[in-house]
């Protein structure tokens, strides 16, 4: 198993362009979270999914932000316009069943500067 | 959600064991007590475990108080490569809690 893939690691974009996190769960897994980790805030839960369905979004930032799950096998982030406030560590989680009992797998993280 | 208390660091030596307590007073008879830690430059990584009783894998044991107002990670032999910031968190299946919500966890070093 190759466990979460999230691309690219690394994103160094200018201020007010559009940029898109990718996440590939792992097969069988039907739960999708994004989370979102800075100094001062530590780590964030941003999004997640159910069935590819988003379930709570409330830790969004703001609209600038939005995530899609078109399919059980992918998901991604978008910052559009990205503002150098955006600069963090984005990870992507995947985990089997929604019992609330099952242990999640973390991807190894999109490091993202916007200058 | 339930809140859990953890010290922001400690720190211990190689080849001895590591107890890393978390304090939940107001856990409820639901709560799951999870523990992940994360590595420098990782992701953050599944630990353990537990509802009531004590618990055991290849990676640690999870003590759980009598009254589940605290519990102990441990860690028998801790190695250069435990070091790293360990979280624990309460996960209410019940409530759909699906969300795991992170704290500012406990930082542990360990000395060669």
């Known amino acids: 198993d190759a466990g979460v893939i999230q691309s690219p690691r690394h994103e160094v974009t200018e201020m007010g362009q559009e940029v898109t996190l990718r996440c590939k769960p792992i097969s069988g897994h039907n739960s999708l979270f994004w989370y979102r980790q800075t100094m001062m805030r530590g780590l964030e839960l941003l999004i997640y999914f159910n069935n590819n369905v988003p379930i709570d979004d409330s830790g969004m930032p703001e609209d600038r932000f939005s995530a899609k799950m078109p399919n059980a096998s992918f998901s991604t982030l978008k910052i559009q316009p990205s503002e150098p406030r955006d600069s963090a560590v984005y990870f992507c989680?995947?985990?089997?069943?929604?019992?609330?009992?099952?242990?999640?797998?973390f991807g190894s993280g999109t490091r993202l500067t916007v200058v | 959600d339930a809140k859990t208390t953890q010290p922001n660091s400690m720190e211990s030596n190689e080849e001895e064991p590591v107890h890393l307590p978390c304090n939940h007073s107001?856990?409820?008879?639901?709560?799951?007590i999870h523990w992940y830690r994360q590595l420098p430059s990782q992701g953050p990584e599944y630990v353990i475990h537990g509802l009531t009783s004590n618990v055991n894998n290849r990676m640690a044991s999870l003590a759980i108080a009598e009254d589940r107002k605290s519990s102990t990670l441990i860690l028998h032999r801790a190695t250069l490569r435990d070091a790293a910031v360990y979280y624990c968190i309460l996960r209410d299946p019940i409530q759909g809690a699906q969300k795991l919500v992170f704290g500012q966890g406990t930082r542990l070093t360990i000395n060669p």
């Open positions: 989680a995947s985990s089997r069943g929604s019992s609330g009992t099952k242990g999640y797998t």
């Open positions: 107001t856990i409820s008879g639901t709560d799951y």
